[in-house]
């Protein structure tokens, strides 16, 4: 399913009606009284946009980074290639295949970009800087990110001819901010704390192929897409942080409890089959001051506001964060 933006939608009524956004909104909002309250917001706006007739299709042609939204298949996506992982082998039940990837860039943002089997010989010529043309490719949803991943049909043309990318958007620095102040779906956050409290690592079943969270059937474990196969482990860890102005629940998963740990996948995976061997890491970590870099969400479960964790920095030099805000607050004097 097309995962339009909201705003995105509003947009493409007011270009196709001469309604104001006032009144767009105001037809949405009398959409979800109608249904009591059973849909969200981005649906009622797909009803109001379908009743007047208008298609929310992908655009046709090159499209910006920042204008794709899961779901889309993309016209073409062009950009430079500012970074490239190794190609992996995997095996699902009988059957064996690759995987690779690399982030590509251009004006508006990032964005992976995923082959799979014989189109990773595609990305094996790819280096850093070059420019490649993705046309007709998948945009899904993988962890709050999107990802472009390759099918039968995508072409990918590597320094397309009379192609170019204008300057680069360079990643903007991570916004400092004190506990208190943040509320959901902040992205680009750096919160600098110490760890309160620390939870167990879950241990969970995915796909190797995919890396999707699977779960084990009558007949073992099976992923939807990829069929029977032997699974991997992942881990997901929670510790409560806190900076002096309030507390928050912070979610690591598996590179960036590395990062916490000092540990290898190997050595996490111990505490698996081990799970007591992990309480002398969990007693050690308490007190510990960290920097982590990512985005707020909302817990719906809980109702509260979380931090999900894109990286992490140990070894805190409190002095040096002190001179840091401090030079901060000179540098923002009006």
């Known amino acids: 399913m097309l995962k339009i933006p909201y705003e995105v939608i509003i947009e493409k009524i007011k270009e196709k009606t001469k309604l104001s956004e006032q009144e767009i909104v105001q037809e949405i909002q009398e959409r979800m009284n109608q249904l009591s309250g059973l849909i969200s917001k981005e649906g009622a706006a797909h009803?109001?946009?379908?009743?007047?007739?208008i298609k929310l299709s992908a655009p046709e042609g090159r499209i910006l980074i920042n204008a794709l939204y899961a779901g889309m298949r993309a016209g073409e996506v062009l950009g430079k290639v500012t970074k490239k992982f190794d190609i992996r082998e995997f095996q699902s039940g009988e059957r064996k295949g690759k995987v690779g990837s690399f982030i590509i860039a251009d004006e508006t943002?990032?964005?992976?970009?995923t082959c799979w089997h014989e189109q990773t010989k595609e990305m094996e010529p790819l280096k850093e800087n070059d420019i490649v043309s993705?046309?007709?490719?998948?945009?899904?949803?993988?962890?709050?990110?999107?990802?472009?991943?390759?099918n039968e049909h995508t072409k990918l043309v590597q320094n397309p001819e009379g192609k170019t990318v204008g300057v680069i958007k360079k990643q903007q620095e991570a916004i400092r901010k004190a506990i208190k102040e943040v509320v959901e779906n902040q992205d680009n956050l750096e919160?600098?704390?110490?760890?309160?409290?620390?939870?167990?690592?879950?241990?969970?079943?995915?796909?190797p192929v995919c890396r999707k969270r699977i779960k084990e059937q009558e007949s073992g474990f099976q992923c939807p897409v990829h069929g029977l196969?032997?699974?991997?482990?992942?881990?997901?860890m929670n510790v409560y942080l806190d900076d002096g102005s309030g507390n928050i629940r912070v979610v690591f998963f598996g590179n960036q409890i590395q990062q916490l740990l000092k540990k290898t996948d190997e050595d996490i995976l111990i505490y698996r089959a081990a799970p007591e061997a992990f309480e002398k890491v969990k007693t050690d970590l308490l007190g510990e001051m960290i920097k982590v870099t990512g985005r707020s969400t909302k817990n719906e479960m809980?109702?509260?506001?979380?931090?999900?964790?894109?990286t992490v920095v140990t070894n805190i030099n409190p002095e040096e964060e002190i001179m840091r805000l401090q030079s901060e607050l000179e540098e923002n004097k009006i």
């Open 302 to 310: 809980f109702g509260k506001v979380e931090f999900v964790a894109n």
């Open 134 to 150: 993705i046309v007709d490719g998948n945009v899904r949803e993988n962890r709050g990110a999107l990802e472009i991943h390759l």
């Open 47 to 53: 009803i109001l946009a379908n009743e007047l007739g």
């Open 229 to 236: 196969i032997k699974p991997e482990y992942s881990y997901v």
């Open 109 to 113: 943002g990032t964005i992976r970009v």
């Open 191 to 207: 919160l600098l704390g110490t760890i309160v409290q620390v939870y167990d690592i879950k241990f969970f079943e995915r796909c």
